[in-house]
């Protein structure tokens, strides 16, 4: 069916075609009646001057009008020549002509009958055509499908309203049981005292209005009810009567309006004169929205005065609603389909509270519905009430959630409202069928009436001619009864044809929601006999179960005697035993007895030990205190010995020895050390676990030795003097021996990237020089290790030495496994270590010939071995035990060096060397006698000048001299 809203449109364009023209003019294509449903029933009013002509025409959508007697055409030209039907009245040219345009809701009732003007003023919206602006008049029509007017013509139709308003009374207010035919009397009775016009209203809109009221009196109750029934209306802004339409004369216009109330709740039906045959699809939507989008239409597009409002308009609220809550549901996605495109908040409000609420189902689902709610609905008629396409939307809804619920599974309670519903929907069905078969068997009754009539006629025929003309008359109007009978009688067959084919679909619908339904029975007997199975099995499980619980309880209880038993056996022994220990104990106590007596008499015994031991204590302590003074004596004594001997020592020369041995490198640790003994006063034994006997152990003794726990500045500390006395004139040398890693160059230098605590001798030396030279500010030179000075004050020249010597590793060759240039290197080291040793070895032997010469190493040390030399000596061992007798041949070494005596040291200010005056004396002498010879010789040439004179022209001065010398040496 074409949309309305472009029907209206295409009216709107008429309507201005209309009003511009001083004549009307019209283009439109007059085709043959077609038949329902694809004219639109509107009520046009032509307006000329202060008259109007009201025809019902149907509007085709492609813009046809066509009244049901003649062309609309035939309607406008009577305007042009007389408003309706007065004749001799001419239209001016100058006259407007206005146009009404009023939209119908039944096509039936609106095709057969015009509107009374005094209805149409009612229930119509005006249009003025002239600007074409808003509607004028706000009264807002819901239907205009009421009571038309009481022509002869409609006297039929109108007693079917009336028996279908008083059958809907009867259906929705139970108990009151109006009879169909009942007259204006007996429904005034039933109505007047309001309480069943406020009852209706409650039925259909829940709530609307106050049922009885407060007051005493009757007829003032009577009255209040009918006022809020009349306020309700009002409120809805449907048409209403007056209290005296209810008292008194016609009760056409209160049963006007309420069939308007039903037209309006019910569209479904509410368009129909005739029972049960309309259906909602006929008019596509219902009323008020119909009559929403004519306002928007005629009223410029916002249709915004005449809109109703939600309440006066539910379907428009509630299609609001639905919108908003659209995705709330599967059963609101039903309400959009386009088969339940049709049902309004109408017919939400008509189909009872119950089945209301199951269509405002959100956010849940039919499963979650309560028992409760769905028995009361099943036990109401809320389900008789119920638009078809609804409960077709439930069955639908209910099966697309036991799809979703994939399990197939329905809940009981949903299954019986379920099956309730499609007996609901077939119980229709055959009821609807049944009225068709009334209604064909109705009209067969009445064909065969009127052909009757029509032989009857026929028969008279042959009678007078003016009864012929009568005759013919009645024939005509028979024949054109006839025909409209057949009109409808087509119309109906079609509607016939087309419920059954809707039947078939419905029935096909009905099958295969049975297919469904009784998929979903056997997917749930299935599940049944699965769940009966698993039931069964678990059974088994819990018997077996069961069984192995009681032979357990039964093993329990043996050993329960078993326990008892042995407890009873161990029972026995512990009482024998109890017996035993107390004889025991008896016995016990009798020897504790014994016992304190004797610790009586040893008590005794110690007193008088204890007193002779104090005694004998009193005389070891006087003893003790004489001795103690002896040791302090001999402590004193000790230090002294130890200085002196430290000076004998100083006087001697000797090369000082000071043994450092250097801790376990990181990754050693848990070695064991060879070092035994460090003893403050250079002691140092160190022990061979691998030998036993006099040679593990040795002890050697030095001027002092430094564990390895010794810090740089500690061993330092000790050298200072030494490195002081330097700047005093005194040649010094210290020089560190030791083999290989045993940490010489730590000692000497420090190790690599060291921090100023972690500094060797080396840069500490040379710091302290340098601060010391400061501090006195003999000028000096450093020259490596040879410092040279001047006594400013005595002129005296200062000359000394440093040798801070780093010796290579005094291993023997075949202990350091190197082949090749390291080798020839290590040999040539050992060569001059050798050296050093044959010159340390003549020195302890106080030899004549020291052999310095047989190394660079010892000519390089002679001043410091040989002179009156201050040397210092470090001997670095290896505490490891792979090194034992390397080290303890670095300690004999050591020994040996320890007993060289250089003579008592001498600095340079107090004397030269004597060997250097003597170098100094010879060559002076040797100087004196050139310059003898020199002058011998100067002599002798004077003299022979005087001999020979001018022979110094005849040759050159040299070779003359060598001729004169030659010749004194002939003469002589
Ligand atoms: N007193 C010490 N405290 C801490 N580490 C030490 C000490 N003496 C030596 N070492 C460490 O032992 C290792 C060997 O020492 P060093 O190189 O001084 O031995 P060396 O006798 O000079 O060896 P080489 O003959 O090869 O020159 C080094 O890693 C050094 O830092």
């Known amino acids: 069916m074409e949309n309305q809203s472009s029907i209206l449109n295409k009216i709107n364009l008429i309507s201005f075609s209309l009003s511009f023209s001083s004549l009307p003019t019209f283009n439109l294509i007059y085709g043959p009646l077609c038949p329902f449903p694809q004219f639109l029933p509107v009520i046009v009013e032509l307006m000329f001057g202060n008259s109007s002509v009201c025809r019902k025409v149907l509007l085709s959508s492609e813009g046809q009008l066509r009244t049901r007697r003649g062309r609309i055409v035939d309607m406008v030209s009577s305007c042009a020549t007389g408003i309706g039907g007065q004749k001799g009245r001419q239209r001016r040219a100058t006259d407007p002509l206005k146009l009404k345009i009023f939209p119908l809701v039944s096509v039936k009732s609106s095709f057969h009958d015009v509107p009374s003007k005094h209805s149409m003023k009612k229930f119509t919206m005006d249009h003025q055509a002239k600007g074409y602006g808003r509607p004028n008049n706000t009264t807002v029509p819901i239907s205009s499908n009421v009571f038309e007017p009481t022509t002869s013509s409609n006297g039929e139709v109108e007693g079917k309203q009336r028996v279908v308003l008083i059958e809907w009374l009867n259906s929705i207010i139970s108990n009151l049981s109006l009879p169909t035919n009942a007259s204006d009397e007996e429904l005034r009775a039933c109505l007047s005292d309001g309480t069943v016009l406020c009852r209706i ?19 003032e109750s009577r009255s209040d009810n009918v006022k809020r029934f009349l306020a309700a209306m009002d409120e809805m802004k449907l048409p209403r009567f ?75 609220f509630y299609g609001e609603e639905r919108r908003k809550t659209a995705s709330d549901s599967k059963f609101q996605r039903a309400l ?17 509270h119950k089945f209301h609420e199951v269509f405002q189902l959100k956010q849940g689902s039919y499963a979650d519905l309560p028992a409760a709610k769905i028995t009361e609905m099943m036990r109401t008629n809320s389900l008789d009430n119920a638009p078809t396409q609804s409960l077709l939307s439930v069955v639908n809804g209910i099966l697309d959630e036991s799809i979703e619920r994939k399990n197939g599974e ?40 009127y052909q009757s009539r029509i032989r009857v006629l026929e028969a008279l025929a042959t009678g007078t001619s003016e009864e012929t003309q009568v005759a013919m008359n009645q024939l005509q109007q028979t024949k054109t009864d006839k025909t409209k009978m057949e009109e409808k009688k087509k119309v109906e067959e079609q509607d016939m044809v087309r419920l059954t084919k809707e039947k078939e679909q419905i029935n096909n619908e009905i099958l295969t929601l049975k297919q469904e339904l009784e998929m979903a029975r056997k997917a749930n007997e299935e599940s049944c006999i699965k769940m009966e199975t698993e039931a069964k099995g678990n059974q088994r499980e819990l018997e077996k179960r069961l069984t192995e619980v009681m032979h357990l ?85 000790l230090a002294e010995n130890r200085k002196l001997h430290n000076e004998v020592q100083e006087l001697k020369g000797n090369i000082r020895v000071y043994c450092r041995i250097r801790p376990f490198l990181p990754g050693q640790t848990g070695k064991q050390s060879i070092v035994e003994y460090i003893g403050d006063n250079g002691e140092l034994g160190v022990a061979n676990p691998s030998k036993q006997g006099k040679d593990a152990q040795k002890l050697f003794k030095f001027n002092k030795v430094y564990g390895p726990m010794a810090a740089q500045a500690e061993v330092y500390s000790h050298i200072q003097p030494l490195i002081r006395s330097v700047l005093d004139g005194y040649n010094v040398c210290i020089f560190a021996y030791g083999q290989t890693g045993s940490g010489k160059t730590y000692t000497m230098t420090g190790p690599d990237g060291g921090s100023e605590e972690e ?22 030179i450093v020259v490596t290790i040879h410092v040279r000075g001047t006594d400013t004050k005595t002129g005296a020249s200062l000359r000394g030495s440093l040798h801070l010597v780093d010796l290579a590793g ?44 047989n190394s660079k190493l010892t000519q390089v040390l002679q001043s410091a071995l040989g002179g009156h030399a201050k040397t210092l000596m470090f001997v670095q061992l290896n505490p490891e035990l792979n090194s034992y007798s390397e080290t303890v041949s670095t300690l004999k070494f050591a020994e040996r060096v320890s007993g060289v005596e250089l003579g008592t040291a ?31 010789r100067l002599q002798l040439l004077k003299d022979l000048k005087n001999v020979f004179p001018g022979s110094e022209k005849s040759a050159s001065g040299s070779n003359l001299s060598a001729k004169l010398l030659k010749r004194w040496h002939e003469d002589k």
Not at 254 to 263: G, W
Not at 759 to 780: H, K, P, T
């Open 201 to 219: 209203l409650n039925r259909l809109r829940p709530g609307s209005v106050i049922e009885g009221g407060g007051s005493n009196h009757p007829s």
């Open 410 to 449: 329905i809940p009981h309670r949903v299954a019986c409202l379920l099956r309730k519903v499609v007996q609901e929907i077939e119980r229709r069905i055959s009821t609807q069928a049944e009225h068709l078969r009334t209604q064909s068997n109705l009209f067969k009754a009445r064909e065969e009436k």
């Open 553 to 637: 309880l039964t093993e329990s209880r043996k050993r329960v005697k078993e326990l008892e038993t042995n407890h009873e056996s161990k029972s026995q022994q512990w009482n024998k035993k109890e017996h035993i220990y107390q004889i025991f104990t008896e016995f016990q106590l009798g020897a504790l007895r014994e016992l304190k007596f004797s610790s009586q008499s040893i008590k005794q015994e110690i007193s008088r030990t204890q007193k002779s031991y104090s005694d004998e204590f009193n005389r070891l302590g006087i003893k003790l205190k004489a001795l103690a003074d002896a040791a302090e004596n001999s402590n004193a004594v």
């Open 759 to 780: 500094w060797g001798v080396n840069y500490r030396a040379l710091n302290d020089l340098f601060q010391i030279s400061q501090n006195r500010s003999r000028v000096f």
């Open 906 to 936: 001498r600095s340079s200010k107090e004397g030269r060397d004597v060997r250097d005056l003597m170098d100094q004396v010879a060559s002076l002498k040797d100087t004196i006698a050139k310059k003898d010879e020199e002058i011998e």
């Open 336 to 352: 959009r389909s386009h088969v339940m495109a049709e049902p309004s908040a109408a017919l939400i409000h008509h189909v009872g």
């Open 810 to 853: 005094s291993e023997r060759v075949d202990r350091s496994e190197v082949t090749g240039d390291r080798l020839k290197e290590a040999q040539y080291i050992n060569k001059s270590l050798s050296a050093l040793g044959d010159v340390v070895f003549a020195l302890a032997q106080k030899s004549s010939h020291i052999p310095y010469r």
């Open 242 to 316: 007056q209290i005296s339409d209810l008292e008194k004369g016609s009760m056409k216009i209160v049963l006007e309006c309420l069939f308007t109330l039903r037209a309006q709740f019910m569209p479904h039906v509410g368009g129909s004169n005739v029972p049960n045959s309309s259906s909602p699809k006929k008019s596509g939507v219902d009323a008020s929205t119909r009559w929403k989008l004519l306002g928007q239409t005629l009223g410029g597009g916002d249709g915004s005065r005449g809109e109703l409002s939600p309440r006066a308009n539910p379907s428009v």
